[in-house]
């Protein structure tokens, strides 16, 4: 017998009296918690370059940026495993409830993080902390996608079903310019040896804070309609035998994010440290271009997302698969040899025009792509793996390429990556007339 979850849903409003205020407000608290959640999960990324000899202090930067990354990468291996138990939790208990839970594990990991002590004081004990910590943000963020994709996506009305589901990454890149945010402000009141002692604890601690107000608003969501309507339905077997029925699906969110995501953690996550290892720049000027291209490209989501509900999601898709393809290489070693803030901005932000085309709608049409009784799981757990291998890597592949003498290596991996994206994106249907959401 199934135990009702302490997180259980209310039953939602009927959709034919839910209001567009009703709507927008239940779309705004579940992106207020996916913000959060990717605030806290993009902070290591933006203050490993202070924290990382605090961790592990053998060695020089590359060595030490090294062994964060394979931190960083670590964390990605727990996204499967959370877009899995998060993925049943949401087609089973709702998506408020996994919603509610996933920000719950992301406050503990961040906890975690800003109370262990250095390497000095505890030996192995601080990075085994750190593993600890990121094994469980890795479990919520892997939750958390499949979950948000699938809640905004069902919440927002079929016509404007892209706009609304853009701003899951509209909430992911803000979450990102937060981080960097804070590390500018911190970057100016205090001097590099405060901030590599103490002060990117703080970051650590704020998205803890900010996690527990996220949680309280996430409590006044209303469930979706789509999953109500499936919940009295008889289950005749487990959902990971009901997932085994959509082999097709299940490789084309696969085969569709394997580029697009690799793409976006080269021109994000890494980009302030390519910048800074591998240009030359100041950590300060590198934060400064990256917070500032990051603005302009969560501005463009919500544009290429309308644009999608036009003209379709293929054509979209296809854009980026051919443009990564072309230009990732370009692009790359034209930024190796740059000499001024602004010939750097603006080759960086060339990428992320490109990179909109996959990140803006990915979310749409993963979720398009199966039916309500396991939407979630189906969304999660292939994104997640996906995510794991390609996304969660490619910091310490790129690095490892420069260790070795061969960073150009680097730019033909994303390039090849982005190419079997394009192949996926030629052939799959275009998932906005094509939609297993326009049967719920």
Known sequence: MEHTSPYAAPAAS?????????????????????????????????????????????????????????????GFLMRPIGGWLMGIYADRKGRKAA???????????????????????????????????????????????????????????????GFYSSFQYVT?????????????????????????????????????LCAVIALFLRRGMEETDSFTRHQATPREESLLRTLARHPKAVLTVVGLTMGGTLAFYTYTTYMQKYLVNTVGMTKNDSTLISAATLFLFMLLQPLVGALSDKIGRRPILIAFGVLGTLFTVPILSTLHTIDTLWGAFFLIMAALIIVSGYTSINAVVKAELFPTEIRALGVGLPYALTVSVFGGTAEYIALWFKSIGMESGFYWYVTACIACSLLVYVFMPDTRTHSKMNDD
């Open 14 to 74: 009927p959709a034919a009296s839910r209001t567009t205020s009703q709507r927008i407000k239940s779309i705004f608290s579940g992106s207020v918690g996916n913000l959060v959640e990717w605030y806290d999960w993009y902070v290591y990324a933006a203050f490993s370059l202070y924290f990382a000899k605090v961790f592990f202090p053998q060695g020089d930067l590359t060595a030490q940026l090294l062994n964060t990354a394979a931190i960083f990468a670590v």
């Open 172 to 208: 992911l890149i803000s979450g990102q310019l937060i981080a960097l945010a804070v590390l500018i402000v911190l970057q100016q009141v205090l001097d590099n040896e405060q901030l590599e002692q103490w002060g990117w604890r703080i970051p650590f601690l704020i998205g803890a």
């Open 99 to 161: 919603l509610l839970a996933s920000v719950l594990l992301m406050c503990f990991g961040s906890l975690i993080i800003a109370l262990t002590p250095g390497y000095d004081t505890i030996g192995l004990g601080a990075p085994v902390l750190l593993v600890l910590a990121r094994l469980l943000q890795g479990l919520s963020v892997g939750g958390e996608y499949g979950t948000s994709a699938t809640y905004l996506s069902e919440m927002a009305g079929r016509e404007r079903r």
